[in-house]
């Protein structure tokens, strides 16, 4: 059972397009969602909140669709320091009563010259 | 306000030895969650504790693996009788009281590697 699923990518992007990607949940339950940034071989770090309004920072932004349960990551005008895995991360996703943070697996981001 | 702290950054062990992790969450945190990272995989989850308490240790292999948050000093994450099949980076996170509506903020991580 997955309970917080991305696609893995490779995500193969030129410099200065847009991207975006999406992540899907199971527990309608969810309070709480957030996107992590990790690069290869360090620890995941907080990108963004995403709250239910949805929200922007930058070129950065994120949605959330409740009824659908997902939330979206869109980046714009990509730059190479852009390139990482990003980490979809839902409190409350397990519905089993747990409120731990689930990470799903990354959805790996190149963007290219 | 030193961030999450992790202890070895680097651990290596021979098969049947134990392993010892420490994570010394940010000031002010009381929850702690344990994260396992194979090569080229995703996080996945271990254990979520807060001070003495286990509050969820589904993603921990019933043999061998221990974890624990005492009152005072850091958290522990114990492998008994490693196997290489436990090398990997083992991430601990920590966040403030509040729970669900707060992020996590991880330490740089302990990468064991069982010869």
């Known amino acids: 059972r997955k309970e917080v699923e991305q696609d893995p990518g490779p995500f193969n992007v030129p410099e200065g397009a847009t991207v975006a990607f999406n992540c899907t949940y199971s527990?309608?339950?969810?309070?709480?969602f957030f996107w992590y940034r990790q690069d290869c071989r360090k620890e995941p770090k907080l990108l963004m909140s995403?709250?239910?309004s949805g929200n922007e920072d930058g070129r950065f932004t994120a949605q959330l669709n409740r009824a659908s349960q997902y939330i979206s990551l869109l980046i714009r005008d990509s730059k190479l320091s852009d390139s990482a895995t990003y980490l979809c991360?839902?409190?409350?996703?397990?519905?089993?009563?747990?409120?731990?943070?689930?990470f799903g697996k990354g959805t790996h981001l190149i963007i290219q010259p | 306000n030193a961030g999450v702290m992790q202890n070895p950054r680097h651990l290596v062990r021979r098969r049947g030895q134990e392993a010892r992790l420490r994570c010394s969450p940010m000031?002010?945190?009381?929850?702690v969650y344990w994260y396992r990272q194979l090569p080229e995989e995703g996080l996945k989850f271990m254990v979520y504790?807060?001070?003495?308490?286990?509050?969820?240790e589904s993603g921990m292999p019933k043999e061998r693996f221990s974890a624990e948050f005492p009152k005072e000093g850091p958290s522990i994450l114990r492998i008994q009788q490693v196997v290489r099949g436990d090398s990997a980076a083992y991430f601990c996170?920590?966040?403030?009281?509040?729970?669900?509506?707060?992020?996590?903020?991880f330490g740089q991580g302990t990468r064991l590697t069982v010869v």
């Open positions: 527990n309608s339950a969810s309070q709480s």
């Open positions: 996170a920590s966040s403030p009281p509040g729970g669900q509506d707060t992020e996590a903020f």
């Open positions: 991360v839902v409190n409350g996703a397990s519905g089993g009563g747990a409120d731990g943070l689930t």
């Open positions: 995403v709250y239910s």
């Open positions: 504790l807060q001070k003495e308490n286990i509050i969820d």
């Open positions: 000031k002010g945190h009381s929850h």
